[in-house]
C-alpha cells in the first residue's frame, strides 16, 4: 500500500510539471499533442490515485 501511495504521489508531480511545461515549444499556445501529454499524465494520476484508494490507506493532505 505505500508503494502506491508513493506512486500516486510521484504520479501527480509528473502531471504537475506536464502541466507547468505544456507549452513545450514557447509559441504561446498549447498545440493538441501537448494537450493530450498534459492529459495522459493527469489521467496516470488519477489511475494511480484510484489504485492507492483502493487499498484502503488513508492519504496525505493535498492527495484528496
Known amino acids: 500500500a ?3 501511495v508513493k506512486a500516486a504521489e510521484d504520479a ?3 502531471a504537475e510539471e ?3 511545461g ?3 515549444d ?3 499556445l498549447i498545440t493538441p499533442a501537448e494537450q493530450q501529454a498534459v ?3 493527469i489521467d496516470a494520476a488519477e489511475a494511480l490515485k484510484e ?3 483502493a487499498s484502503g490507506r488513508e492519504r496525505p493532505a ?3
Open 26 to 28: 514557447n509559441d504561446g
Open 39 to 41: 492529459q495522459d499524465a
Open 51 to 53: 489504485i492507492e484508494r
Open 12 to 14: 501527480y508531480v509528473v
Open 18 to 20: 506536464a502541466i507547468a
Open 2 to 4: 505505500e508503494a502506491a
Open 62 to 64: 493535498g492527495l484528496e
Open 22 to 24: 505544456a507549452d513545450t
